[in-house]
């Protein structure tokens, strides 16, 4: 599967009212395998990971205005 994924902030965005939130380096990892899992609700019926493997200290929240961009 290839996928594309693009975030724009058309409003003010912060963490309050859901912000784009990465893990940090998390973009230089491995790609990992999609899992079935039709018990949770999501549009693919699938994941990679689960909240409980991220490590909280590595969420970097991207607060942006309407246009914005992140440096």
Known sequence: MNVLTIWLAVDHS???????RVIRGSHKQELTTVKDDFTIRNALGSYTHRDEDIDPSRIVDFVLKPGGKRK
């Open 14 to 20: 912060d963490t309050e009212n859901g912000c784009l």
